[in-house]
Nanobody, 115 residues
C-alpha cells in the first residue's frame, strides 16, 4: 500500500502564502488522480483541488486564482501552492490518491490563517 505524507502546514497571517507537499512512498503520480481535501472544525471534508494523471486540474470556486496544484514526478510529490490566504481557509488539509481502484489518504497537515 502506497503511503502519502503531507507537510508544509502552519500558521500564517491573512494574505500570506503556504505550500503544502504530498509525498508518495512509490511512483504513482503518473497513473494516479491526486486531490487535496480540507476539513474545518465542525464541517464536512471538502474537495479543494485535484490533479489527474493526465495533468488536468480542477478547483473549487473559493480557491480559484489563489491555489495551484502541480506535481514533481522526480520527487514523487504533489504540491498545493496557496496564496492570498483567508481565515476561512483554516482547516486540516489532506492528500488523497486514487489509482488502480485504490484510495489512499495522508494523515493531514494543519493550516491556520489568522486575521
Amino acid at each position: 500500500q502506497v503511503q502519502l505524507v503531507e507537510s508544509g502546514g502552519g500558521l500564517v497571517q491573512a494574505g500570506g502564502s503556504l505550500r503544502l507537499s504530498c509525498a508518495a512512498s512509490a511512483d504513482i503520480f503518473s497513473v494516479a488522480d491526486i486531490s487535496w481535501y480540507r476539513q474545518a472544525p465542525g464541517k464536512q471534508r471538502e474537495l479543494v483541488a485535484s490533479l489527474s494523471a493526465g495533468l488536468r486540474t480542477n478547483y473549487i470556486e473559493s480557491v480559484k486564482g489563489r491555489f495551484s496544484i502541480y506535481r514533481d514526478n522526480t520527487k514523487n510529490t504533489v504540491y498545493l501552492q496557496m496564496s492570498s490566504l483567508k481565515p476561512e481557509d483554516t482547516a486540516v488539509y489532506y492528500c488523497n490518491a486514487q489509482y488502480y481502484s485504490r484510495t489512499t489518504w495522508g494523515q493531514g497537515t494543519q493550516v491556520t490563517v489568522s486575521s
